[in-house]
Nanobody, 115 residues
Framework: QVQLVESGGGLVQAGGSLRLACVASRSMFRFAAMAWYRQAPGKQRELAARITSGGTTNYIDSVKGRFTISIDNAKNTVYLQMNSLKPEDTAVYYC?????????WGQGTQVTVSS
């Protein structure tokens, strides 16, 4: 069983920055990709950013140019650097690991952006 533990969420004013971290209980090399999803109140969970084992990244349009996903394999950690935050970024952010067909989830971390 893979465990993913997120941290770094909190309350920030619009225009501010946060960095989320997700530590995996196994080496990142075991996963095809790592991703950050988010779910705002009353909305479906959506993919915010994803990085493959080969380093290819993709982002939803609303965060392009503001968010950056990265991996530190030595620390088994995936990060999400979030800059120029907007109130519409408010959501619970979930770490996801794609274990070649088996999906693993963290417990989520709340990000709240005040206007």
């Amino acid at each position: 069983q893979v465990q993913l533990v997120e941290s770094g969420g909190g309350l920030v004013q619009a225009g501010g920055s946060l960095r989320l971290a997700c530590v995996a209980s196994r080496s990142m090399f075991r996963f095809a990709a790592m991703a950050w999803y988010r779910q705002a109140p009353g909305k479906q969970r959506e993919l915010a950013a994803r990085i493959t084992s080969g380093g290819t990244t993709n982002y939803i349009d609303s965060v392009k140019g503001r968010f950056t996903i990265s991996i530190d394999n030595a620390k088994n950690t995936v990060y999400l650097q979030m800059n120029s935050l907007k109130p519409e970024d408010t959501a619970v952010y979930y770490c996801n690991a794609d274990g070649f067909g088996v999906s693993h989830w963290g417990q989520g971390t709340q990000v709240t952006v005040s206007s």
